[in-house]
Every structure is written in C-alpha cells, then in structure tokens.
C-alpha cells in the first residue's frame, strides 16, 4: 500500500468516535512516555476505567511527579505511579526491567509510546544514534524484556495481555535504499556518522524509525506461538499537534503552523487510537495480532514492508536486533529461548 494524500486528508477531517472504554479493574497498564502529549492523555483515558495499576513510564522525575498529579486531579484516580526510564540509556531500560521483575507484578496492556523526531545528528552515550536507539533498539529491548512478565499475566489470569507501539502513517513514505537492502549490518549502518552526514537522510529519520516499529511488530509476532496469548500491534494515531516538529525551521514551520490549523487532531483525540488498539474487540482480540492500526482498523501497511525485499529486511533487521539486545543484557537469548519460535509464520 502507497501513502495517499487524498486518504489523509480525508480522514484527518472525519469526525472521530468517542473514546473505547472497558473495565480495567485489577489489571496493569504501563504507558511509556506518559508526561506530555498522546501518552498522557492515553493514560487520562486508561485512568478512567479504573486499572488496578497505571504506571507512568517518564524519563523526567519533575515532569513525570507534575504529570501523575495533574492525572489525578483531572481524572480524581489516585493510584497513577512515575516509574522513571530513559529509553536513550540502556542501563535505564534494563534497571525499569529490573524493577517491574522486583515489584512489577501482572502486566496486561504495555504502550510504547515514547519517541524522538530529530533532524540533527547526534549519539547517545551507548554510541547509537539518538532517534534510532529510542524508537528502534530500546524499544524493543524493554517489550522483550517485559515479555515474560506478560505471559506469566496470560497463564495466571487467563487474560490476552496487549504490546502496542506507536508508530505512524508517515513509515508508507519511506523506503530503502538497494545497498541497505543488502546491508548485512542494517541498523549499524543506519545509526553511523558516515551514513547520516546528508541532511535528507536525516530529514527522513523520523519516518524511517517508524518503518521499523512496523518491521519490529511484525517480526515478533511472527515468532510468538498462535499458543501464546499476546497481541502486539502497531498503530498510526494521526496527524496531531505535536513537539516532535519543533526542529522544522523557515518555510516548514509557517506550512506545518497551517496544516496544524486546517487538520490536525488534539493530542487527546490523537491518544483515542492508541487506546482503542490496547482495549478494543475484547471478544477476538486476536484479530489485531501483527497488525497495523490506523483510522480504528486494521489496515495493509507499507509496500516497502510487503514486497520480498521488505520481508528479507523484516527478518535480517531482526537477526541484528537481537544481536545488539543480547549483546546489551543476557535476559534477551533467555526470552527468545523460552517465549519465541525459531520457525516463523509470515
């Protein structure tokens, strides 16, 4: 499927439902990214159906303490916790793990919502470039890692505990390059000072770790048994007001101001779509199982992922993700040992 202006327009105009609510009593929702934006309004909503736990997953203390207050000022639900993270430090990635094994307890819905959107070049103390570490390598690590915690929820509780990361339409106007296709190497290459020297390479970063959220999503759940209970899916949440284009300058920033003022969604509308993801078709939650969401559907995702050379990158990309991760912290081969299937469905 090609991106469609015409589409998007369309559906950034239409008229969005309300949002879907069911009872949350006794479970667990983690939402990373909580402090601002579509993750707090995501756990507006989550705090309105009552969870046993709601944790706020923040990389600020100060922000994420005035985040859990406002919460239970404008929603009166008193049992929000800050758990910091910073998914540009794996050492925090891994300590968050560490205490959800200690304290954690059941885990039924897990929203990664957490990103970074830059044009500029720069690395993380890790030595990875900074968007590629957060949105494609921390990621993952912290849904792999919390995996177990997952299923353990599933088996006890006889529940379907839920893995939704945020991702975006803007993956279908992405594609990759002939030599990256080859590139053994993919996410070390991508990450590199060498490869990232041209502006454009870095204007389409954003969009670029968005199609590797898609690829992650699908990657996983190829190798989660059909046995195991856990949905994982991706989902679009529209084009909203957002932080994430503070970077755009001259020209970019009054057309972004206008399209802002003609089509964008409110972070509180644009947060409906996640939660819809992590809560809807109770009944048949298996339907949204590898899948991307946009627009409160399943929908066919980017060319770039469904053509045989996105599949070989899908699975490649995959390889090296797991090596990097398990280089990282040795839980990760645990987890795929135990939880994952080597032969794959796609």
């Not at 100060?62 to 009166?76: C, D, F, I, N, Q």
């Not at 279908?172 to 991508?190: A, E, R």
Request: net charge neutral; with cysteine; glycine share 4%.
């Amino acid at each position: 499927m090609k991106f469609s202006y015409r589409s998007f327009i369309a559906q950034q105009r239409r008229r969005q439902p309300p949002v879907a609510k069911v009872d949350l009593t006794g479970k667990t929702v983690v939402v990373l990214g909580a402090n601002t934006g579509l993750g707090f309004e995501a756990s507006k909503h989550f705090a309105s159906m009552n969870p046993g736990r709601l944790i706020l997953a923040c990389r600020n203390e100060s922000k994420g303490k005035a985040a859990v207050e406002k919460l239970k000022a404008e929603t009166g639900y008193s049992k929000a916790e800050l758990w910091l993270i910073d998914l540009a430090d794996f050492s925090s990635v891994k300590q968050f793990a560490d205490r959800y094994e200690r304290e954690g307890g059941r885990l039924d819905i897990l929203v990664e919502n957490a990103a970074v959107g830059t044009f500029t070049y720069s690395t993380t103390k890790d030595g990875w470039e900074t968007s590629l570490q957060v949105n494609n390598l921390s990621t993952p690590l912290l849904a792999l890692l919390l995996l177990p915690a997952m299923v353990k929820t599933a088996q006890e509780h006889s529940t379907v505990p839920r893995i939704v990361v945020v991702s975006s339409d803007m993956h279908y106007t992405v594609s990759l390059s002939k030599p990256l296709l080859k590139d053994p190497h993919l996410l070390k290459t991508l990450s590199s000072a060498e490869y990232c020297k041209s502006s454009k390479i870095m204007r389409e970063r954003y969009p670029l770790t968005k199609l590797f959220n898609v690829f992650f999503v699908r990657a996983l759940n190829a190798r989660l048994p059909s046995s195991t209970p856990i949905v994982v899916s991706c989902l679009n949440p529209g084009y909203c007001y957002s932080e994430l284009r503070r970077e755009l300058t001259g020209p970019l920033v009054a057309a972004d101001w206008l399209m802002e003022k003609l089509l964008a969604y409110s972070t509180e509308v644009g947060s409906r779509p996640i939660v819809w993801t992590a809560v809807s078709h109770q009944e048949d939650p298996q339907v949204l199982r590898g899948e991307y969401v946009n627009d409160y559907k399943v929908q066919e995702v980017s060319d770039a992922v469904l053509t045989p050379e996105g599949v070989k990158v899908q699975n490649s990309s995959w390889d090296e993700l797991l090596q990097i991760l398990s280089d990282l912290d040795p839980r990760v081969p645990q987890v795929v040992d135990q939880y994952l299937s080597r032969s794959i469905d796609l």
